[in-house]
């Protein structure tokens, strides 16, 4: 999808516009990596259905960011936030780079773009994630930013008939 070198990057809350782009980037990353939970072809998002995700997430507590190569979205972690008085103190996240610009701090502006938007919230106390066993990049990202695994899911994920652990990570804020 990328062809991108530079370190120049804006990271930014989504807006409306940026649904094409995500949903094309979150298709992609499905072809490029074994590390997502969508096979490919699995995914069923639409751009309307994304633009009306981005829409609603200030009304579902919900976040959106995107880091930005000039105009090309390489990289987005979401943070989603449950509704129910019993778990809306949590925000659960995914995270995706575009594999071309993997290695370059993207997850880490992203990150850091998150948690400075969580300190902004009333009510969010915990963040969670699930990552495969074996994304040692991932992990690691997620270790630099305190995350702690919280539990293991033996053959939680079947990757190309193959099973696959899956970490619980947590930080509690």
Not at 12 to 34: I, N, P
Not at 45 to 71: D, L, P, Y
Not at 76 to 100: A, C, E, F, P
Not at 134 to 154: D, M, P, T
Request: proline fraction near 1%; aromatic fraction near 10%.
């Amino acid at each position: 999808m990328s062809d991108y070198r530079g370190d120049l990057m804006e990271i930014r809350k989504l807006e409306y516009k940026d649904a094409k782009a995500l949903v094309a980037l979150m298709y992609a990353m499905d072809e490029q990596t074994k590390f997502m939970l969508y096979a490919p072809g699995e995914r069923r998002m639409t751009v309307r259905q994304m633009e009306e995700s981005i829409a609603n997430q200030k009304h579902n507590g919900s976040v959106m960011f995107g880091a930005f190569a000039g105009k090309e979205l390489l990289g987005y972690i979401l943070g989603q936030r449950n509704t129910l008085s019993r778990t809306k103190h949590k925000l659960y996240i995914v995270i995706g780079i575009d594999q071309q610009a993997a290695g370059r701090g993207l997850g880490t502006q992203l990150f850091a773009a998150l948690e400075a938007w969580v300190a902004t919230q009333q009510g969010i106390s915990r963040l969670e994630l699930t990552v495969m066993s074996h994304n040692q990049a991932a992990i690691a990202l997620y270790r630099k930013f305190g995350f702690e695994v919280e539990g293991e899911s033996h053959c939680g994920l079947m990757v190309d008939g193959q099973c696959v652990n899956e970490y619980f990570m947590y930080k509690l804020v």
